[in-house]
């Protein structure tokens, strides 16, 4: 998005910095020498940090920036934290609505012309297991419960969080997920979450169903697609994927029991990004707190 990106800065700045706006596949090493900031969705094959002291994640994900070897001490990760958890929200609440309601059901005997009555499942009958009770997973919570569902959160401290009926640690959600009649995941991909939802996670569940919002990789997609053919996932709505775009010879691509989107749950618009990035600077430039920052070691 760098051409929106410069109308935008080009415009509206008037700090005076000095930017170049390149597409990541023409960023050569002579760009990355010259900057002291670094701005985009994941760094290009050549990044080196040189003189760099800012690295910034047009993303709320930061899996590929952590990647990188040897980051220097003196140089921070911060990352584009914006409406994403309306945006999830929204796309959580539709297709449990849709589900709740029959929206495929009647749209069939509609086209059979048949008169087939069923009874909407009310949202605050629901239990829901949200993985995640950062910035993404407490708008989530926090929609919900209104709706009346129990929410229960699962995170890496099990911290309480006023979004949340309850929140526990990974390791000890399982009564909870048990019982869950929707599971939705929002976690960061590091070393601990990559394929945490494998086989024996998926043996814990009893018919729920699963929405990934979170990243591709935290899921075993062959133990996914046996969970759902062996109905203990009755349903998985999928926004994130370890391969992007999606191999048109991926087989979940044909399955009947789950929704595939790309990548689009929680969109970055050029709009938000370059508020969050200014902001971001002048926190740093002011020297103030800046709640987006990365923790390198914890890896988001
Ligand atoms: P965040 O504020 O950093 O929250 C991360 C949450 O994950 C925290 O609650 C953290 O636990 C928990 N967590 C991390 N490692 C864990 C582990 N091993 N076990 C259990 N919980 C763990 O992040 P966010 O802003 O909510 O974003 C979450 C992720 O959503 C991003 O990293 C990105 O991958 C994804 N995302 C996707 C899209 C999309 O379009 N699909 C858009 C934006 C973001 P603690 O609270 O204990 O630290």
Redesign the pocket.
């Known amino acids: 998005m760098y051409k929106e990106l410069e109308g935008i800065i080009e415009r509206e700045d008037k700090r005076g910095k000095t930017f170049r706006y390149v597409d990541e596949k023409n960023i050569n090493d002579e760009d990355l020498k010259w900057a002291d900031a670094y701005m985009s969705f994941y760094p290009v094959e050549n990044f080196a940090f040189h003189q760099m002291k800012w690295v910034h994640s047009l993303?709320?994900?930061?899996?590929r920036y952590v990647k990188l070897d040897s980051w220097k001490d003196d140089v921070i990760l911060t990352?584009t934290?914006c409406s994403?958890?309306a945006?999830?929200s929204e796309y959580c609440l539709s297709y449990m609505l849709s589900e709740l309601q029959y929206h495929v059901a009647f749209q069939k005997a509609q086209r059979e012309k048949k008169w087939e009555p069923l009874e909407p499942v009310l949202l605050s009958s629901q239990k829901v297991v949200i993985?995640?009770?950062?910035?993404?997973?407490?708008s989530i919570a926090e929609m919900l419960k209104r709706f009346g569902v129990q929410v229960t959160?699962?995170?890496?401290?099990?911290?309480s969080n006023q979004h949340f009926h309850q929140v526990v640690?990974?390791g000890d959600e399982a009564s909870h997920v048990k019982q869950a009649d929707w599971i939705i995941n929002?976690?960061?991909?590091?070393p601990?979450?990559n394929r945490?939802f494998n086989a024996e996670w998926m043996n814990i569940l009893q018919g729920a169903y699963f929405i990934n919002?979170?990243?591709g990789a935290t899921v075993d997609t062959v133990s996914l697609i046996e969970a759902i053919n062996t109905r203990r996932i009755k349903k998985a709505f999928l926004?994130?994927f370890e391969v992007e775009p999606l191999p048109q010879s991926d087989m979940l691509w044909e399955h009947e029991n789950i929704v595939i989107t790309p990548?689009?749950?929680?969109?970055?618009t050029p709009k938000e990004a370059v508020a969050c990035f200014f902001d971001t600077l002048d926190r740093i430039e002011a020297d103030k707190p800046l709640e987006n920052k990365?923790d390198l070691n914890?890896?988001?």
């Open positions: 993303g709320a994900g930061v899996d990352r934290v994403f958890g945006r999830m993985y995640g009770t950062g910035e993404i997973g407490q959160g699962v995170s890496r401290s099990g911290k640690a990974t929002t976690l960061p991909l590091t601990e979450t945490m919002v979170g990243r926004d994130v990548h689009i749950s929680a969109v970055t990365v914890r890896g988001y």
